[in-house]
């Protein structure tokens, strides 16, 4: 019998990659599709349409926790005219819960039409679902660099006003909770990161070519040990 769903997990250098992997697979009970270290989240999204084959598919971050309860045939197809579907993930350092790390269910098709925007996924043809349910937890927090790259990223996006259409006091509340402070390993970092971050959504908003920068990772790395030293290859 052929699987409804594909699953593919999208990893570039999360320390902990490999056992998430795993984990996804142990409790998909399914093969795990993996694309590692592809350049360009653009690039890394469109080829994740090409190595499924399932019209829609699960897609995973790789330093997504999924929880040990959730349960690939209770999953619902994507309804007509939704191209995501975006289940929600817990914070370990902030407390956040909502879709920032999430799984989803995505269309390949949609995928193949995928146009621009700085959070890439937003820019996908037809309509975004976000599902009340928890799916699990993004373990951002896996080294010094993965938290300050987390926060930094979020908060410029935040800032610069979410592709998504959040309104604007969601996501002033959401920045309040990612620079006030936080616990667990490295939340200092990601503390860190999310000032900066929106920082320099204000520096960008003068010259908007700028926010591109958030998808290159080598652009990412170097503004963090600019700042940071050399704790971007400590785990």
Known sequence: MTALFDAVMLSYDEPLADKLHA???????????????????????RLAAEV????????ADGDFVLATEFALPAVEPLAEGVSMRVWRARNPLNGLIYGYGGLKLIRRSALRELGDAVDVLAALPGRCEFTADIAGTTRINQSPYHAWKAGFRECAMLARGSEYGMDDAEAAERI?????????????????????????????????????????????????????????IAG
Request: hydrophobic residues 40%; without cysteine.
């Open 52 to 59: 499924v084959e399932t019209e829609q598919f699960l897609l």
């Open 23 to 45: 984990r996804l697979q142990r409790i998909l009970g399914t093969p795990v599709k993996r694309l590692h270290g592809v350049h360009g989240m653009r690039r890394a999204y």
């Open 176 to 232: 309040d909770a990612w620079t006030a402070g936080g616990d667990g390993e490295f939340a200092e970092f990601a503390v860190s990161g999310a000032r900066e971050g929106v920082a320099f959504a204000h520096e960008a908003a003068r010259h908007p070519a700028l926010f591109d920068k958030l998808n290159d990772p080598a652009w990412l790395s170097q503004r963090f040990t600019g700042g940071h030293g050399e704790q971007a």
